[in-house]
């Protein structure tokens, strides 16, 4: 494998530190300790030539190299996906439901990429173009993706200082007041969503009905559908979080990320794309209000 970055350890090492640790906050290669992780796993770490372990200490001197994944029996998912935007760093793609953005299967968004992006010719692409962030399985929308290392370093710094808006939209249940922020925690840690009540329907199903904006001001793991959860509005068709209200089935979850703004990481030009949330939230919302008023005649 092709040696991509090395690291002498110059300073002395006073205390015990792991390796992950030690070239997650030394290696801008990679934007998170989880990241660093998998590298391990993998054995794309060498310290001295011999593979990193994650219990590995470091110590002043060791040679730290990163390994080019090998992506020569890389299979791509021939599964076609629209491309919003696309240059020779980044690109921006609308996600379908139901599929993972990545992770340790073939049917994968990051599997699909190469059938759906053009190969970068900079000299820092990656041989296979890698998600900058994470949505939901279930949740569609706008992702944007990194093409070189370069790119996504500065897209880990911008979602790192909170530079990146991004909108959703959710068809919840109940009736949320009009304008409001969440800030319930999420897994212990501080957690903040602003909200904006489009509309709201007659449901014969869930009593009412109501089409949301979300503004996510952290960026915490299902944030968005624990925060609506807790405020006692759950989104329709969460299997996970639903408030013990019974689920809505085989249409998937009503969550889409519509629009994202942020700055281009090589030319920093203000980028700003949106897209309308899926039809199918307009269609159970009115199918639901003239259920209910069929009900009453």
Do not use: W
């Not at 998912?77 to 491309?83: D, E, G, H, R």
């Not at 915490?220 to 969460?238: A, K, V, Y």
């Not at 085989?250 to 309308?276: D, M, Q, R, Y």
């Amino acid at each position: 494998m092709k040696i991509i970055k090395k690291h002498i350890v110059k300073k002395e090492i006073k205390t015990l530190v792991r390796a992950t640790e030690y070239i997650h906050e030394n290696f801008d290669y990679f934007k998170t300790k989880s990241a660093v992780k998998k590298a391990l796993k993998k054995h794309h770490i060498l310290i001295n030539g011999e593979i990193c372990l994650t219990g590995t200490h470091i110590k002043r001197g060791q040679l730290i190299e990163i390994l080019e994944e090998n992506t020569a029996n890389f299979k791509i998912f021939k599964l076609k996906i629209p491309v919003i935007f696309e240059d020779e760093f980044i690109a921006v793609i609308n996600k379908p439901p139901g599929i993972s953005v990545s992770g340790n299967y073939f049917k994968t968004v990051q599997n699909a990429l190469p059938f759906n992006l053009k190969k970068s010719a900079q000299k820092d692409a990656f041989p296979v173009p890698l998600p900058a962030h994470r949505l939901d399985n279930q949740t569609s929308g706008l992702l944007i993706i990194a093409k070189t290392r370069t790119a996504r370093i500065h897209l880990g710094k911008q979602f790192e200082e909170k530079n990146i808006q991004k909108k959703y939209n959710a068809v919840v249940i109940g009736t949320p007041e009009k304008n409001g922020i969440i800030s319930f925690p999420v897994n212990g840690k501080n957690a903040l969503t602003r909200y904006e009540l489009v509309k709201t329907e007659k449901s014969l199903r869930n009593g009412y009905l109501s089409l949301i904006n979300l503004y996510p001001l952290t960026g915490r793991t299902h944030q968005l559908r624990i925060h609506c959860e807790q405020s006692g509005f759950p989104i329709l068709g969460d299997k996970l979080y639903n408030g013990g209200l019974p689920v809505f089935k085989g249409k998937g979850l009503f969550l889409s990320a519509t629009e994202i703004a942020f700055n281009h990481p090589v030319t920093e030009k203000s980028l700003k794309f949106l897209i309308p949330y899926p039809q199918k939230f307009d269609t159970v919302i009115k199918r639901e209000k003239e259920r209910y008023f069929r009900s009453k005649f």
